[in-house]
């Protein structure tokens, strides 16, 4: 993964961070790396746990070789199976949450005083591409090299290559290079999608009002829900939707069902697993 660094210099780095007054530290941990286990998994996170971080973000390695060259040298038979993935990132949840960590939405944790974790019981967390948040801004401005930014017209994206964004820098122009605008539709998907990331529940027959849309455009989104709600991943309660706990782990499977764009044989895709 060409992350080299030992545990003492990450404990290292804390402990300046401490010294130097940063009272919220947040650590980056990831599950379904080549030959990963659940029993190294939770030996990482004890370790981890040691220094108290006030959030933890658990993500899963996105194996996309396709995208990412470097990936090719990483044989796929080192990687953990969809069902290990799912052992690892069960296992490491529970540790967290017996150590006295809230678990927020997918992938996050925060300790129970920490802004995030309040945001989530008191109904105004968010979610955007960086992940969970408290902020409410719509301008998200992105910095340096690839940086992704939101703007309430829609989503822009910088040169990827340092050299190409420099030379646009230099030249004093803006060093973006492409970027999508979006629809009332999108920002109508956007709202279910996000309080099902964030809630794990969203009252579509709300939504809709608010956007002043008629329920019956959802109505054959909701109805491709029925195969969760036959495995107990969901509740279909009304117009309201429900992703159980058994169902978080898959709730982004949920969200695409009201995703527009989404198309499950159209492209590649990491695991949502």
Not at 31 to 38: A, F, I, M, N, R
Request: net charge negative; aromatic share 6%; charged share 25%.
């Amino acid at each position: 993964m060409n992350r080299r660094e030992s545990f003492a210099e990450i404990e290292a780095g804390v402990g300046w961070l401490r010294e130097a007054g940063v009272r919220s530290v947040n650590l980056d941990l990831m599950y379904g790396l080549p030959h990963q286990t659940v029993e190294n998994t939770l030996s990482t996170l004890d370790a981890v746990l040691t220094l108290r971080p006030e959030r933890i973000a658990l993500f899963g390695y996105a194996h996309v070789p396709w995208m990412k060259s470097h990936q090719q040298l990483i044989h796929e038979a080192a990687l953990p199976g969809p069902a290990e993935r799912l052992d690892q990132a069960d296992a490491a949840a529970e540790r967290l949450m017996t150590a006295g960590y809230v678990r927020i939405g997918l992938d996050h944790f925060a300790v129970p005083d920490d802004e995030l974790a309040l945001a989530l019981t008191q109904g105004r967390l968010h979610r955007n591409f960086q992940g969970y948040t408290t902020d409410q801004a719509r301008t998200l401005l992105g910095l340096g090299a690839s940086a992704i930014g939101a703007l309430p017209q829609g989503f822009v994206q910088n040169v990827a290559q340092e050299l190409g964004w420099r030379a646009a820098i230099a030249a004093g122009e803006l060093p973006i290079a492409r970027g999508v605008a979006v629809t009332a539709d999108d920002r109508f998907r956007g709202e279910i999608i996000e309080r099902l990331m964030c809630d794990l529940e969203v009252d579509l027959a709300a939504v809709c009002a608010r956007h002043g849309r008629d329920p019956a455009d959802l109505a054959a989104a909701r109805s491709r829900l029925a195969p969760f709600a036959a495995d107990g991943l969901v509740r279909l309660l009304g117009p309201k939707v429900e992703v159980s706990e058994a169902g978080r782990a898959v709730v982004r499977s949920v969200c695409a069902v009201f995703d527009a764009y989404f198309q499950p044989d159209g492209g590649r895709h990491s695991k949502a697993l």
